[in-house]
């Protein structure tokens, strides 16, 4: 219940983060809402020597539109993302995705960055990011990078972030005209977590069959990943019942699932396939 | 007369809870007190080598830290009240020494002056350990051969034990069917939302002790701590603050708090330790833990003609107060609500490297109950009757009551078929049942559950209890008039500050703000036994409201001296004492020495603790009618009593009951599941529960629903995981499920209300018929839904891979 | 080492030393000695400890109080106006939505964010906006029917 001691900084500024990061990299972490490193820390899983808040920082929390893109500043609240009327409209499966996320307690102080960095391969956002093919700027002392949803995530725990690199920003296409998207979910009847997570962002061509498909899975392996053959079956096709089904049967393949007492490898697979053709199918009835 | 009694009336502990302003161990604050971290052992079992404190001792704010060393020969053992024939006793220990038996055991204690430094502390203490083997399976560890436990009992059978009557092998063998079935009755986790904890102050000139305790039994306690510290029991004082929760978890007496007791008696400083939700997981009793086969024997035509239950009890590292004893309790109502001429249980108690299973919520009965109404749908699926007929043709009529049990119990009274009624048809089970097949028909998975089940309360006859049965009570009208009641049960959310205040305000005719309840504290109250085995109302209600009779008959002599009148010309009603005969004549029916004939109006009743003045009011003269208040102040001031009466108002009663109480109900579920992905969902839930007379309505329903969400935790969502190396895999909420807001369904709860001889009140209790009627009626449920793959009986908790395996494995 | 904060706690400005590891809800109960926010797990999951913070639910628990630097806090002991109950309190206690009372504060918190957001919520919509808090005693149905009874009552008096 009570962590270690540490340092703490809350800096007011990007730059000067970055720069605590940079001298600290070693045994620094970064604090944005909390909600995936306090209770690591409570339970003194993690010791950081200095705890970076960068919740000071101005310009961290926003949903912008920017030339076909929607950013999404690192510090945005799960909260913030489910109640945007605008990505609602736009973007509805960001929103979708952060609902939910825990409970009303967790998404009001949580944020998108935070649960990003910290890659727990049972979160929701990492198979939204994924599908939506979101590109994640990372900033440090060095300057600024981009990195795809498909490198993001590397293992359990662990992204492509190098240890002096904060996640600043989360760029996203906007969706064009008959998208249809959908996040569905087995909640963990303890945690609340994803058993098996399934986002999925589907567009129809002009001629009626499917132009881009993505398909994020989460909760099963030890960490998120893009269901490349389910987005192969489905691209190109009419999305018909037969295609869906057909193409999520793919959703675990090459999978190496995680069990535990809740749910076997074996059961997960199988959620995860089920899960993957009702949220295409849900996809395709929101088109 | 009953103003409240039988009324939704709203709780009067509520305006404190709902403001925040309650206090709970934690919320006692007393300057310089010490805080208390523990180092815990991280194996199930291992030998230690060593601890290596001086680390810890230097590190800043720490006092002392004390290891098994320190305190084994300072400390007398945790106690153990359950007593069998032939019951293995392991020397239980506040602090581990040479061994730890668990995850969880207690190892060292860090003292410090905050408890962010305790625990910082804790982190630097290092224990040399030796890693054993571990004894996880329960049924295992029955067996010869394996690693032993306590080395000095050669096995790990903790003790064997046989019960029941009637020939259970001629019953058998003269069966038309006789239908086995194994069974389990998972480990649950209790999980009270307030964690234990204790203060202790130790003053060294008084020679004082007080221990704040998050406990159900603040009386027992104080014995049992007083033997183990080897104080003077009248020198511990036990107070329960506010108590957030018990279920059977704090129904005991742990190691911390004799501990934490010694440790402010060593430092002469409170000393405080409040439990963390892991080591509430790790090192807090837990509940069932039970393997077992059970045997029916039928006729064709469904009448039962003997069980018997085999089991193994997983019993875990050291006995707790009440661990031996629970498996004796399933034994007891095995007999369920049927006629079953021959019953049999074979207990065998085994010794796990696990924490203790003790009394949790039901406590043995809700083994029982599990186990007999699966059984009963066992005997219907295999004779292909309705499960609700074969439960009829087993139950004793009304008229059959006091009913013997092969188990050796006397039911009270009941209306099996009453409740059974009611709830079908509340269900509309026959229409269920229609839209079951319809629902078949259309591929969907739907099942209905029934349970019918009778449940043994008011705990109970002190010949039959460890630790007496009795409970106490006095209520005492102070010289103001208000009226103070203590109760040696002692409540922790079931509602007893209203219901008993009900109960007073009603016999005395006072309102009930009037009227406090106190409870809790063993200096103020008169020794108690405790809130557990849904007793507290049957039991302590009773005791409350005898003492209020007894209250009356004396204040009725003082009433009757103050109107110069007999006290069979007394009347009482509505808290007057008023002469019975015609109005105006009969107050002069005595010598009229004490009271002058009048037909004035009495005064007006003198508002309870209103006294403008602050002097004590003077009584009025020459009346026809005296309030209970008068009386109050008359019997205070001792001017004006009549001869041989001792001053004061007030009485104290010990109630001892005459045998325990039979509750019942029938509860049915609706499930429907999911065929992909074999996951349940409610679509009713419907209870009918007879506790007998009812207090307060609306504290009845929320035992029962409470009752009937920690049921669906077990049949659902809640197993205690240990793996095979004893390590706890469910040690936090992470991983342990709490059913939530968003998992259960609207209960739709309504009774039937059978009374009672064994109290005056007719209340049977209820605290825990919703733990006991519930889990079968669910499993039954999703077994029914599943009846259609051949399946006949299914694990708790069932999750939806298990049911999913049932489906996806069958060629339906 | 110290970090210096200056929290507004129920109206009333508090400005105290802390330790950055200070857990809000240790330092709500024990520097303040504000005792009716209570602790129920350490993992982020019963929602004992729900306080407001800038007028949203969180758990304090999961939060330093250094990051509460600067911030409205309301607690339970916060809730009532001029000593009239919040209609949430009113609603738990006409409706007994408690019993052992050690989740109440954080439940009532929680409800009354649920329904400033959401001021006629169906059952299922208060069933599901209060995840975040386990009970262990009523079952959850008094508490359902209490934010019932409070959302009515919120109502009629718009």
């Not at chain 2, 007879?690 to 309505?697: A, E, K, L, M, T």
């Amino acid at each position: 219940m009570i962590p270690a001691q540490f340092d703490y900084a809350a800096p007011a500024t990007l730059d000067e983060a970055l720069s605590l990061l940079a001298e600290h990299a070693d045994d620094a972490k970064i604090l944005a809402g909390g909600h995936s490193l306090i209770p690591a820390m409570k339970l003194r899983l993690a010791q950081p020597a200095l705890l970076i808040d960068i919740a000071r920082v101005r310009g961290l929390s926003y949903i912008r539109e920017d030339g076909g893109r929607i950013l999404v500043g690192a510090l945005t609240t799960h909260y913030e993302i489910e109640s945007s009327a605008r990505l609602r409209d736009i973007c509805p499966l960001l929103p979708e995705c952060a609902a939910s996320i825990g409970d009303v307690q967790v998404r009001n102080k949580g944020t998108i960055g935070g649960s990003l960095a910290h890659a727990d391969p049972a979160a929701d956002w990492p198979a939204a990011i994924i599908a939506l093919r979101a590109e994640l700027v990372v900033a440090s002392t060095r300057g600024e990078r981009v990195i795809t949803s498909d490198d993001f995530f590397v293992d359990m725990l662990t992204t492509a972030l190098r240890p002096d690199e904060v996640l600043r920003e989360i760029r996203i296409g906007v969706p064009p005209a008959r998208t249809g998207q959908s996040y569905m979910k087995v909640h963990h009847p303890a945690s609340g977590f994803a058993v098996v997570g399934v986002a999925v962002s589907l567009t129809l061509g002009v001629d009626g069959k499917c132009s881009a498909a993505g398909v994020g899975v989460t909760g099963v392996a030890s960490k998120a990943y893009r269901a490349t053959q389910v987005e192969g079956a489905l691209a190109g096709s009419t999305l018909d019942e037969k295609t869906i089904s057909n193409a999520a049967s793919h959703a675990a393949d090459s999978t190496d699932a995680n069990g535990d007492i809740y749910a076997s490898a074996d059961y997960r697979r199988h959620l995860a396939v089920v899960y993957t053709r009702r949220a295409i199918a849900a996809a395709v009835a929101k088109i | 007369m009953a103003r409240y009694v039988g009324q939704r009336v709203k709780r009067t502990e509520d305006p404190r809870l709902i403001k925040g302003l309650a206090h709970y161990v934690d919320d006692i604050r007393l300057p310089d007190t010490l805080h208390v971290a523990f180092v815990r052992s991280i194996y199930a079992h291992a030998r230690i080598n060593g601890v290596d404190t001086d680390e810890a001792l230097k590190a800043p704010g720490v006092v002392a830290v004390f290891t098994g060393k320190d305190v084994s020969e300072k400390i007398g053992p945790v106690p153990c009240a359950g007593n069998l024939p032939d019951l293995k006793v392991p020397d239980h220990r506040v602090l581990a020494t040479d061994r730890v038996y668990f995850v969880g055991h207690p190892i060292a204690a860090v003292v410090a002056t905050d408890a962010y430094s305790a625990r910082d502390a804790a982190e630097l203490v290092v224990v040399d350990y030796e890693e054993l083997p571990a004894v996880v399976d329960p049924e295992e560890a029955a067996r010869d051969g394996g690693p032993v436990i306590h080395e000095k009992f050669g096995s790990n059978v903790a003790y064997k034990l046989t019960a029941g009557e009637g020939d259970i092998a001629a019953a058998f063998a003269s069966s038309d069917r006789v239908i086995k079935q194994r069974v389990t009755n998972q480990r649950l986790a209790p999980i009270a939302m307030e964690p234990r904890g204790v203060l202790a102050r130790y003053f060294p000139g008084e020679r004082e002790l007080t221990l704040w305790s998050s406990t159900q039994i603040p009386h027992l306690m104080r014995t049992q701590v007083a033997l183990m510290l080897a104080i003077p029991e009248n020198k511990l004082r036990v107070i329960t603050p506010e108590v957030g929760g018990g279920f059977g978890s704090k129904l005991n007496v742990y190691a911390e708090e004799a501990l934490l007791g010694w440790i402010s008696m060593q430092t002469a400083k409170p000393a405080k330790w409040i439990e963390t939700r892991r080591e509430n997981i790790q090192a807090t009793i837990h509940g069932r833990g039970q393997v077992g086969e059970i045997e029916i024997g039928c006729r064709e035509d469904g009448t039962l003609t003997g069980l018997r239950y085999n089991v193994v009890a997983d019993l875990g590292a050291y006995h707790q107060l009440l661990t031996p004893a629970i498996p004796t309790l399933t034994g007891l109502m095995l007999s369920g609500c049927y006629k079953i001429p021959a019953i049999q249980i074979n207990v065998t108690g085994v010794f796990t490297n696990k924490m203790a299973t003790d009394a949790y919520r039901g406590a043995g009965r809700p083994e029982a109950t599990y186990v007999v109404e699966r059984a009963l749908d066992l005997v219907a699926d295999e004779l292909n009757l309705d499960p609700v007929e074969v439960r009829r043709r087993n139950f004793p009529s009304p008229e059959e009551f006091p009913f013997k049990t092969a188990t050796g119990l006397f039911y009270d009274s009941g209306n099996y078929e009453g409740a059974l009624s009611k709830a079908l048809e509340n269900a509309g089970y026959e229409k269920l049942r229609e839209e079951q097949k319809r629902a078949r028909d259309e591929g969907r998975i739907v099942g209905i559950g029934v349970s019918t089940y009778v449940e043994i309360c008011a705990l109970g006859p002190s010949q039959a209890m460890p630790a007496g049965g009795w409970e106490s009570a006095t209520v005492r009208i102070e010289p103001t008039g208000t009226v103070t009641v203590m109760t040696g049960a002692s409540p922790h959310g079931q509602g007893q500050e209203t219901s008993f205040a009900q109960l007073a305000a009603d016999e005395l005719g006072v309102d009930l703000n009037d009227v406090t309840v106190v409870h809790g504290d063993t200096s103020i109250v008169q020794y108690g036994i405790g809130t557990f085995g849904s007793r507290a109302t049957a039991v302590g209600g009773t005791a409350v409201f005898v003492a209020i009779e007894r209250l009356k008959e004396k204040a009725t002599k003082i009433a009757a001296h103050l109107l110069a009148t007999d006290a069979a010309n007394v009347a009482f009603n509505e808290g007057i004492f008023s002469l019975k005969a015609a109005k105006g004549k009969s107050a002069a029916a005595g010598d009229g020495t004490a009271a002058k004939d009048s037909d004035e109006v009495p005064e007006p009743m003198l508002p309870a603790g209103q006294d403008p003045a602050g002097a004590l009011p003077e009584p009025a003269e020459g009346r026809t009618k005296v309030t209970i208040q008068d009386v109050a102040l008359a019997a205070h001031l001792g001017r004006e009593l009549p001869p041989d009466t001792e001053p004061g108002l007030s009485a104290t009663y010990f109630f001892e009951p005459k045998n325990f109480t039979f509750p019942f109900g029938t509860h049915i579920c609706v499930v429907e599941i999911e065929r992909e992905t074999g996951e349940i969902k409610f679509r009713r839930y419907v209870a009918v529960d007879d506790c007998g007379r009812v207090i307060n309505p609306m504290l009845v329903d929320g035992q029962v629903q409470g009752g009937i969400v920690q049921s669906i935790g077990q049949a659902l969502y809640e197993e205690v995981v240990y793996d095979e190396m004893g390590q706890l895999v469910t040690g936090t909420l992470m991983d342990y499920a709490v059913p939530r807001a968003s998992m259960i369904p609207w209960m739709e709860l309504d009774r039937t209300e059978t009374p009672t001889d064994v109290n005056p009140l007719g209340v049977k209790g209820v605290g825990e018929a919703g733990t006991i009627g519930a889990t079968p009626a669910i499993v039954n449920a999703v077994v029914d839904a599943l009846s259609p793959f051949g399946v006949r009986h299914i694990d708790m908790p069932v999750r939806p891979e298990a049911v999913w395996r049932i489906i996806n494995n069958s060629d339906e | 080492m110290k970090k210096s904060v200056r929290i507004n706690v129920n109206g009333e400005t508090r400005e105290s030393e802390v330790e950055p590891r200070l857990l809000l809800v240790h330092y709500l109960r024990d520097v303040l000695g504000l005792t009716g926010t209570h602790v129920g797990c350490e993992t982020s999951l019963c929602g004992a400890c729900t306080v407001m913070v800038d007028g949203r639910a969180v758990k304090s628990c999961t939060m330093f109080a250094v990051q509460a630097d600067a911030s409205d806090v309301t607690t339970i002991e916060g809730l009532a106006s001029d000593g009239e109950l919040h209609p949430v309190q009113q609603g738990f206690w006409e409706r007994h939505g408690l019993q052992c009372g050690y989740c109440t504060p954080g439940m009532i918190l929680a409800a009354a964010q649920l329904l400033e957001r959401n001021p006629s919520p169906t059952r299922e919509e208060i069933r599901h906006g209060l995840e975040g808090n386990l009970c262990r005693c009523t079952g959850y149905q008094h508490i359902v029917e209490a934010v019932e009874y409070a959302s009515k009552a919120v109502i009629s008096d718009k």
